[in-house]
């Protein structure tokens, strides 16, 4: 059978974009798929350049495309995820959540005429408008999913595993580069206490309230993360003791001096902290600066709480006198 009665129509027919160039770039055919798109007949622009036709093209980036095709005799591809699109055109569709163009899969190939010998390029659109919104769409849902895995339900802190994962690579960070890095640890004091006189939903609703109001008390490169039920930690890279010492003094200071209003009830809680600043020559890993990090607050809990300690070498005796 001869085949080539059934070109046309079907060419006409496709749900994808034909576009046929001389080496000039001027326009010598496109099908119905682009001039629906378009809204221009094909007669109208036959032989006209295609970057007279179509605006904002990227002219050069496209040249050089088309120059190579020809050039080398061979295809070529640009994907939705490297250039959204190469001819702008609307997709057609009612709601997309996305551009109001159509992403677009473009090959490109070289076409030889059989009888001429002349030579076109034939680009190839596909709409990738659809795959490109699940797309999106799936990498925003792991983000939020990711996201979520990070931060504490309660507080929405980053939970303790999360912040172990920042604590052990400052450590590494600040052994390669041989910058500081210190470490609070604080508690609520005397916890048990709120929530018997508050009750559980006051104890949750304080454990909320500081979380964001000592949040606000940082600077942005430091790392609040809740520890435990009522402990949390912050991480401040860059920071030695004595900075990290003045921290959390303030943040001790602050914590008392704030009011929190609970159901008509004024709670007024404190905290008590611990400080200690990774040492590369005693220090292994992120745990080692966490135990001393906890000893410093166990200082300031035996010391009467609502109060700061910095980790000395000498706490261990301290304790032993306190106890
Ligand atoms: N409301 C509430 N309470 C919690 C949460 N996590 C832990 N707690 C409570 O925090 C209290 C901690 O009590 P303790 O470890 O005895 O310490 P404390 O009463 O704070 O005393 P000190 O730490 O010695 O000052 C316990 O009663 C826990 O049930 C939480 O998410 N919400």
Known sequence: MDAHWLAMPILQQLNSGVLVLSTDYGISFYNQFIERRLGVPLAEVRHKSLFDV????????LK?????????????????????????????????????????????????????????????????????????????????????????????????????QLLHSEVLRAKRYHQPLSLILFD??????????????????????????????????????????????????????????????????????HQLLFNQRIIRATISLGVAEFNPHRHQEAHDLLQCADVALYVSKRQGRNRSTSYRDDLQKVLQKVN
Not at 133 to 141: D, G, K, V
Not at 210 to 232: K, P, V
């Open 54 to 61: 179509f605006t904002d093209l990227p002219e050069a980036w």
């Open 64 to 164: 050089r495309k088309l120059d190579s095709v020809i050039a080398l005799n061979a295809p070529t591809f640009s994907s939705w995820e490297q250039r959204p699109y190469v001819l702008k055109l609307p997709h057609l569709r009612p709601v997309t959540g996305g551009s109001d163009y159509m992403m677009q899969n473009c090959s490109m190939l070289p076409l030889v005429h059989p009888h001429t010998g002349e030579t076109f390029i034939c680009l190839l659109i596909e709409d990738a408008t659809d795959v490109s919104i699940y797309q999106l769409e799936l990498q925003r849902n792991m983000q939020a999913l990711q996201q979520a895995n990070r931060l504490d339900g309660l507080t929405r802190l980053y939970n303790r595993s999360y912040w172990e």
């Open 188 to 257: 609520l004091d005397k916890f048990k206490q709120l929530n018997d006189d508050y009750g559980h939903l006051g104890g949750d609703f304080v454990l909320i309230e500081l979380a964001s109001f000592i949040q606000s008390l940082l600077r942005e490169s430091d790392f609040l993360g809740r520890y435990g039920g009522e402990e949390f930690g912050i991480i401040l890279p860059n920071t030695s003791q004595s900075g990290a010492t003045e921290v959390a003094e303030r943040i001790c200071r602050q914590v008392a001096a």
